[in-house]
């Protein structure tokens, strides 16, 4: 499991949506446009409730040790077809770092459509991936997190749904896991220990504010 964690570009809601581009593999957001989007949905919506999922696709370090780069970006693209077929109407997609796609619920008709759309994500997933050297099943690992119940901000948001991916990705393959607050502690292992210090970055500091209410 890679972890993200990309500094948020300043005043995106003021000076509007950057012209960043797209991820050239899988044609999904890039990560700074995404996180534009993220802070601008967030305050367009603000207060009501949104949803973040991170979703980690399992064993993407072993099937780029079998058949190489190419391999991985071939699995990502046609996931992320997949996923734009699935998603929700409105909903934004993107990709933050390697192996990490983000989908991003901006005021959902109810919370039960999170985890609906997870679901439809695992389904998404049952479908073999077409590789030169044959077709090949994959899981994917979820993380979720809401706001404004679990966070104000939208820095605040990717920590705690990228916390809770780190908690799926501890608890093994095809694995959702919606973020509380006891998962600030995480569990003591060598792979948690690596990636505390991204995570525990990402909720803090000076990051974006409060998004202020819509006129």
Request: aromatic share 6%.
């Amino acid at each position: 499991m890679t972890i993200f964690l990309s500094p948020f570009p300043q005043n995106c809601i003021a000076r509007g949506l950057p012209q960043c581009g797209v991820d050239a593999a899988t044609g999904l957001l890039s990560r700074n446009l995404f996180a534009c989007k993220l802070e601008r949905e967030l305050a367009r919506v603000w207060p009501r409730a949104s949803a973040l999922l991170l979703i980690d696709v399992d064993g993407l370090d072993d099937l780029g040790e079998a058949f190489g780069r190419i391999g991985v970006e071939a699995v990502l693209e046609q996931f992320a077809r997949r996923l734009e077929n699935m998603a929700p109407r409105g909903a934004a997609l993107g990709r933050l770092d390697r192996d990490t796609l983000a989908l991003l619920l901006a005021g959902p008709e109810d919370l039960h459509q999170v985890t609906r759309t997870a679901a439809h994500i695992r389904r998404a997933l049952e479908k073999p991936f077409d590789l030169a050297a044959g077709d090949i099943m994959l899981t994917a690992c979820i993380g979720i997190a809401t706001s404004p119940t679990d966070a104000d901000t939208a820095a605040e948001l990717l920590g705690h749904a990228g916390i809770a991916l780190l908690h799926a990705g501890l608890a093994g393959h095809g694995v959702c896991c919606f973020y509380t607050a006891s998962m600030q502690a995480l569990p003591a292992t060598p792979w948690s220990a690596r990636h505390r210090a991204h995570w525990s970055g990402a909720t803090a500091g000076d990051a974006v504010k409060r998004p202020a209410v819509p006129a």
